[in-house]
């Protein structure tokens, strides 16, 4: 379908979605985004059912824009005392250094699947975009959404994803490169080397599917706008742009080491990206973030990390002593790998600055 249909799939004025981002947004960076255009997201992957509605309720009090809910679709595993325990083992240092007593419980678990009690409760908001991340949800809830006639985009990393969510009836794929910042979409294969930059899996999934695509991954300005639908998408979904955007709630520690990368990769000859890595070791699966401590001691893909989500237990309570001194050491530090894309304007400037050279014209329609 190449770069059309846009305005049907979003319902936006404009070919672009901020990205959801868990633990560094909430609904205000959304209402920005929607107010000039966009399709303003709410990641709820880690929000409980009451803390979901509330943040559906400001956004729908302040703009009567369409609005995206992105859920999980991961299976929750059993909890393993025994990988928390072996992984206990390799932070042990870490929690002598901070003097922090270690808690070995189920903590982590937050980050909760789609399923129908949630859905109980968002079915009467009849939210225009729901959007996926990790697979879907199965047939019978997947139907129970697209009742409610909201549309359904969902994230895919290589081309088997795509045909995947495309046969299961999807309306839209979310094509994420390997430049992303935060969690892999991947559901198919834990295989990283099936990992493509954006720019070739965009290619290969535009030809693949015939269904409206749109490019994540690495996209900071309107020229990489404009390079990506001139390729077939037919919008962006652009994230870590936003994080240093006044609307954001990225933390100072964060910020401050958004920032510190930039300047690196600026003064780098290589170019950017050299200042972020894939690692499982802050939540149990592949997501992408600034290089910090932690990443570098115990290696960015560690196979001692318990499966997702319950790495988190352990590097919560460390992080949450580190963070108590000023250092962001044990921080998930989630950025892409354009990180010079990251500037410190509002959400709405950044909006139609990535627009600059990509108008909503009859192309994008």
Known sequence: MGNKHFKALLGTELPIIQAPMAGVQDSKLAIAVAKVGGL????????????????????????NAPLNLNFFCHQLPPFDPKAQAHWH?????????????????????????FNHAIADEIAPYKPEVI????????????????????????????????????????????AQGIEAGGHRGMFLSED??????????????????????????????????RAAM????????????????????????HRVAIEHAAKADVSRAHGAGDRTALTNI????????????AMTELGSMNPRAPAFPYATNLMAQLRKASEALGRSDFS???????ITACRKISAAEMTLALMESAPHDNKYE
């Open 131 to 174: 959007s996926f991340h990790f697979g879907l949800p199965d047939t019978e809830l997947l139907a129970r959404v697209k009742s409610w006639g909201s549309k359904v985009i969902a994230s895919a990393t290589t081309l088997a994803e795509a045909e995947y969510l495309t046969a299961r009836g999807v309306d839209g794929i979310i």
């Open 89 to 113: 083992e390799a932070l042990i240092p870490y929690f002598d250094e901070l003097g922090i007593e270690v808690d070995l419980g189920q903590g982590g678990a937050s980050r909760m699947p």
């Open 192 to 225: 990283l080397n099936t990992q493509l930059e954006m720019a070739s899996l965009l290619i290969q999934i535009a030809k693949g599917v015939d269904l409206p695509v749109i490019a994540a991954g690495g996209i900071g300005d309107s020229h990489a706008a």
């Open 332 to 338: 998930p530090l989630w950025c892409g790998a354009n």
């Open 282 to 293: 802050f939540s149990g699966r592949p997501a992408r973030g600034i290089v910090n401590r």
């Open 40 to 63: 303003g997201s709410i990641p709820c992957g880690m929000l409980s059912k009451a803390q979901i509605i509330d943040e559906i309720k400001a956004f729908r009090a302040a703009t």
């Open 230 to 253: 001139d390729q077939g998408a037919c919008a962006v979904q652009v994230g870590s742009a936003y994080l240093l955007c006044d609307e954001a709630n990225t933390s100072s520690l």
